[in-house]
T-cell receptor, first 113, second 113 residues
C-alpha cells in the first residue's frame, strides 16, 4: 500500500539555524500538507499546497516558513530561523484530487536547542 | 474558524467491550468527518471517514455516526482489542476551508486485557 514518507525522522538544530524537512507524498496525489504537533497537544494545520502554490495557510505559517515542491516527488518545509517554540513533530500529508481523505507520514521530530 | 471538542479525553475499557468517542463541531456547514488513530511515535492514521450526506458508515469493528442537526459525530469500536489502544482524533473540515483538517484534542483509549 502506498505511503507518505518523511526524512529525517529526527532533526536537532540550534536556535536561529535553518532546517528543511522532506516528504515524499503518495505518488498520484495532488494535494500536499504540513501539520505540526507540539508534545502532548493536538495536531495543527500549517499549510496546504496544490498546483505548485499555497492554497491555504494558518496563522502559524508566518514568513519564517516556506514550502516547495522541488521536483516531481518531493515536498519540503523550510524554517528559515528556528526558534525554541518550533520544537514539535512535523507531519506531511497528501490527498487525491477528488477526495478529501488525507494520509499522513510518520513525522519528523524537530528539536531546537 | 471551526471549534472542535472531543470527549472523553481518556477512556479505559475491558478487552471485548465497546468504546464510543464523541466529537462536537461548531460549523454547521462542515461536510467531511474523519477519525484518525495515532499510536505512540507515529503519524495519524485515517481509520474511517464520513461525508455529510451519510448518517452512518461501518468498516468491520469500526463505525462512525453523524448527527448534523446536533453537530456531532461519534466513533464506535466494538469488540475492542489491546491493539486498539492509541490516541484517537476527530478532524472535521469546515465549509470555509477547502481541505484544512481541524483536529480535536484527542482521546487516549486504553484496552485492558
Amino acid at each position: 500500500e502506498p505511503e507518505v514518507t518523511q526524512t529525517p525522522s529526527h532533526q536537532v538544530t540550534q536556535m536561529g539555524q535553518e532546517v528543511i524537512l522532506r516528504c515524499v507524498p503518495i505518488s498520484n496525489h495532488l494535494y500536499f500538507y504540513w501539520y505540526r504537533q507540539i508534545l502532548g497537544q493536538k495536531v495543527e494545520f500549517l499549510v496546504s499546497f496544490y498546483n505548485n502554490e499555497i492554497s491555504e495557510k494558518s496563522e502559524i505559517f508566518d514568513d519564517q516558513f516556506s514550502v516547495e515542491r522541488p521536483d516531481g516527488s518531493n515536498f519540503t518545509l523550510k524554517i528559515r530561523s528556528t526558534k525554541l517554540e518550533d520544537s514539535a513533530m512535523y507531519f506531511c500529508a497528501s490527498s487525491n484530487s477528488g477526495l478529501p481523505a488525507q494520509y499522513f507520514g510518520p513525522g519528523t521530530r524537530l528539536t531546537v536547542l | 474558524g471551526e471549534n472542535v471538542e472531543q470527549h472523553p479525553s481518556t477512556l479505559s475499557v475491558q478487552e471485548g467491550d465497546s468504546a464510543v468517542i464523541k466529537c462536537t463541531y461548531s460549523d454547521s456547514a462542515s461536510n467531511y468527518f474523519p477519525w484518525y488513530k495515532q499510536e505512540l511515535g507515529k503519524g495519524p492514521q485515517l481509520i474511517i471517514d464520513i461525508r455529510s450526506n451519510v448518517g452512518e458508515k461501518k468498516d468491520q469493528r469500526i463505525a462512525v455516526t453523524l448527527n448534523k442537526t446536533a453537530k456531532h459525530f461519534s466513533l464506535h469500536i466494538t469488540e475492542t482489542q489491546p491493539e486498539d489502544s492509541a490516541v484517537y482524533f476527530c478532524a472535521p473540515i469546515s465549509s470555509g476551508s477547502a481541505r484544512q483538517l481541524t483536529f480535536g484534542s484527542g482521546t487516549q483509549l486504553t484496552v485492558l486485557p
